[in-house]
Nanobody, 127 residues
Framework: QVQLQESGGGLVQAGGSTRLSCAAS????????VGWFRQAPGKEREFVSA????????YYKDSVKGRFIISRDNVKNTVDLQMNDVKPEDTAVYSC????????????????????WGQGTQVTVSS
């Protein structure tokens, strides 16, 4: 089992930037798939972004394309989510998740496909 811990986020002004990190203990994040998800108050958890380590392909929710960047930091053993030009609708609790499998595209957005989850970090965007 992998222990995941998110950090970063907090209060950010609209149009600003923040960076989230997903740190893993128990293994090196070099195989499988890591996803970032978010859950706003009163809403279901939704997919934000993912990276497949096998081919380093990245995927994004349409509304964050061009603003968010997911990447792996080999030195820190983290998967980071750089959030730029943030909007009030980005306000949510952001969680990272991991599975040992290289998910196919049709599965990568599904929360049920991931095995291990962090507890989440709050991002609040003020207008």
């Amino acid at each position: 089992q992998v222990q995941l811990q998110e950090s970063g986020g907090g209060l950010v002004q609209a149009g600003g930037s923040t960076r989230l990190s997903c740190a893993a203990s128990g293994r090196t994040l070099s195989t499988g798939t890591v996803g970032w998800f978010r859950q706003a108050p009163g809403k279901e958890r939704e997919f934000v972004s993912a990276i497949r380590f096998a081919n380093r392909q990245t995927y994004y929710k349409d509304s964050v394309k061009g603003r968010f960047i997911i990447s792996r930091d080999n030195v820190k053993n983290t998967v980071d989510l750089q959030m730029n030009d943030v909007k009030p609708e980005d306000t949510a609790v952001y969680s990272c998740a991991w599975t040992s499998r290289t998910l196919i595209l049709s599965s990568i957005r599904q929360t049920s496909q991931y095995d291990d989850w962090g507890q989440g970090t709050q991002v609040t965007v003020s207008s």
